[in-house]
């Protein structure tokens, strides 16, 4: 249970789906939405009048996706902790979000509790461990082995 309120803002380019989230975190004890957003444009303008520790965002909005979206809120907000909440399962994918700093990765398929865990953990410092984000643990580890095993791959020029 956390012991004091924690400031979060959305950004989701779906309206509906933003709004019930907003809604519904706002419902719950110690959680406040302070800003929800379309785009990372709105995002910016939004936090500039209200501090956010948790940002919750898709993956898929116009204009910036993925891990360069996750870099792009890291160099303009350092303190934000991110939590992603998409619907895609690309284990690819969430591990490149790790790399680049993310706190957690929820799945819009997951139960709404699911969420309020993940911001609970993410507002205690902890990173979200879920299945999706332990898998993509997993994943990156194992690619990591294989590379090491491989050995570094030296690339010789046509002289060399």
Request: glycine share 4%; proline share 2%.
């Amino acid at each position: 249970m956390l012991s004091q309120c924690v400031r979060v803002a959305i950004v989701d380019n779906q309206v509906f789906f933003r709004k019930t989230l907003s809604s519904y975190l706002s419902e719950q004890r110690n959680i406040q939405v302070v800003t929800q957003a379309a785009d990372m444009d709105d995002l910016t303008n939004g936090l500039k009048y209200s501090s956010a520790d948790i940002l919750i965002m898709d993956l898929f909005m116009p204009g910036v996706q993925g891990s360069e979206a996750v870099r792009s809120v890291h160099k303009e907000y350092p303190r934000i902790k991110i939590l992603i909440l998409s619907m895609s399962n690309d284990m690819d994918m969430v591990s490149e979000l790790m790399d680049s700093g993310i706190h957690g990765y929820i799945s819009k398929s997951d139960e709404p509790d699911d969420l309020i865990k993940a911001i609970h953990a993410v507002a205690q410092n902890d990173i979200y461990r879920n299945r999706i984000f332990t898998e993509a643990l997993y994943r990156s580890m194992q690619n990591n082995l294989q590379e090491h095993r491989n050995g570094p791959r030296v690339l010789l020029s046509e002289r060399e």
